[in-house]
């Protein structure tokens, strides 16, 4: 089973146990925006999605990984690789902390951290990229912190209502 272990969080591989938690950020409206998500999920879909998260990053492309306090063990939110292309060694890389009282405390930057010396040292990628949306301020500060370099923005990329926002493109070249 996968479990890497940090100072005050750890990351594991999905559990059928994380059925609930993982509903409870699918189907949070608030989080759609930086998930582009604009429908529901039900529990059934989540359930299949569970069964399935055994497979191989080199089978399905991706990687989610919960991250846990490591006191209490009690899942904080979510780290994805996603779009991965070993041809080219690189991946995309999302996070999401489910509850507002546990952001930016470190436990997303201690997540990324242990993502980035993953992705480096265990797939051997070249690269992690991550597309942000410029109005996410602690996002964009997130990265930057861990060594992400803005190498583009896409203009009027995303719509939010009746809105487009601008998407800033982050690369971690190693």
Known sequence: MLHIRGNTIFLRAL????LEFIYQIENNVDLWKVSNTITPYSRFLIRQYL???HLDIYEVKQLRLVICNIDTEEALGL??????DPKNNRAGVGIVIQSPDDRGKGAGSEA???VINYSK??????????????DNQ???????KNGFTLVGIKKDWERVGNVYIDEALYQLLF
């Open 79 to 84: 780290i994805d690789l996603f779009e991965f």
């Open 121 to 134: 040292e265990v797939l051997g990628l070249h690269q992690l990229y991550a597309n942000i949306s410029v």
């Open 138 to 144: 602690p996002s964009l500060k997130l990265f930057e």
């Open 51 to 53: 069964e399935n998260a």
């Open 112 to 114: 990324l951290e242990l």
């Open 15 to 18: 559990e059928p146990e994380d």
